[in-house]
DNA sequence: CCCTGGCTGTTACAGTGTAACGATCTCTGT
DNA sequence: ACAGAGATCGTTACACTGTAACAGCCAGGG
C-alpha cells in the first residue's frame, strides 16, 4: 500500500452529516486526478463523471440510478459502465458502497479502501454521515486478533435516525 | 462439510468458525418452538424447514439456494415463500441477513435480532462466524451517542481469512 | 354459519450485478 | 509512424435478489 497523506486532521469527528456538494466534489476530483497521477492510473472521463454524480447527490445512489444521470437523449450510458466506474473508485477509496443499500457514496475522508469507517444512515431523509472512531477500530483489532481472524474488508453500517431527524419528529410526534 | 478440528478451546465467546450442524439445528428448532409458544406466534412448517436448512449448512445461504433445497419433484417452493419465511426468522433472531452477501445465515447466540453482532465472513472457505463483544459495543454507542444519532439496527460485517483457512494457506505459499 | 386475520402459492415485475464479446483507446517498443 | 499488448468502454444477454398484488387455504371468534 501507499501514502495517503492528503488526509486532513480528523481524529475521529465529522463536519456534519453531509458535505456541501460542489464543494467536496471539486475537492474529490483534485484528490482523484493527484492519486492517478501517483500511481499512473487513468482517470478518464467516465471515472470522473461518475465520481461528481455521486459526489453532487450527498444520499447514497444506485448504480442505475448514476446511468440515467450520466445519460442524456441520445447518449446512453448503461449500468455495467457504471459498475466498472465504481469498480475503480471503491478500490482507490474515492467512493464506498453502503452494502445495506446496494449504493454507493462518495468518501468523506482521505483514508484509504482497506480502512474502517463507520456508517449513519438515517432511515427519515436517507442521508449517509461517515466517521471515523479509531475507538471502534481498535475493540474491533482486538476482537479479530482474539478470533485470528485477518480481516481484508469492514463494513460497519448503522441504520436509525439523525440528530436533525430527530428534532423534526419530535416537534410533531409524541415521545414513545 | 468438515469438522474444524482444528479451531481449539477459545478464552472468549465463540465457539468456533461454525457449529457442528445437526447439533445445532436441533437446538435452534427448540428455541424457536419455545419462542412461538411464548409470544403466540405459529412456527409453521414452512418456517420451520427454512430454519433447517439454512442451520444445517453452516455457510450463508441465498434465498434462492434455500427454496432450491426445500423444493422437491412435484412441489416446488417459490423464492417469494422463502422470504417471507426468513423475514418472520429474522425479525424474532433466529437468523441472520449478511448483508454484504445477500444470504442467510442460522443466529448463533440467543441475543434478540437488535443486538449488536460481529460476523466473520471468510473468503477462502465461505464460513461465518458470528461472535458479540460488549466492548465493540460500547465503543460503538460512544460514537453513536457522540453524532447524536439513535440506532435501530447494526450491521458489522468483517471479510478476511478465518485462522482455520490462514494455516492452510501459510503451507503452501510464502509470507507477505 | 360467516367473518376476520394470518399464512401460503402463484404470477408478474422491478432492481442488482456479472459474463462475454467486440470495438476503441493508450501506451509502449521498434 | 507502425504494430502489438493491455486497459477501457459499449453492447447484449443473462443470472440473481427482492417485492407487489391477488387468490386460495386454514384457524379462531362472533
Known sequence: MDEHGACGPHDHAHDG????GPARTADL???????????????????????????????????????ERLSAPGKRVAAVSVYRA????TEH??????????????????????????????????SVD?????????SLDRTLAQAGFKPASRIVEIEGECEACQGRHEASLPPD
Chains 1, 2 share one sequence.
Do not use: K, M, W
Open 86 to 89: 465504481l469498480d475503480f473508485l
Open 130 to 138: 461517515e466517521t471515523i472512531s479509531t475507538e471502534i477500530e481498535r
Open 29 to 67: 476530483v483534485a484528490r482523484a486526478e493527484r492519486l492517478a497521477q501517483d500511481r499512473g492510473l487513468q482517470f478518464t472521463a467516465l471515472r470522473r463523471r461518475t465520481l461528481e454524480v455521486v459526489a453532487e447527490e450527498g444520499r447514497p445512489l444506485g448504480a442505475y440510478d448514476i446511468a
Open 93 to 126: 477509496g474515492l467512493v464506498h458502497r453502503i452494502a445495506s443499500r446496494n449504493a454507493f457514496v462518495p468518501c468523506e475522508h482521505g483514508h484509504g479502501a482497506g480502512e474502517s469507517a463507520v456508517f449513519l444512515i438515517c432511515r427519515r431523509c436517507g
Open 17 to 20: 452529516p453531509v458535505a456541501p
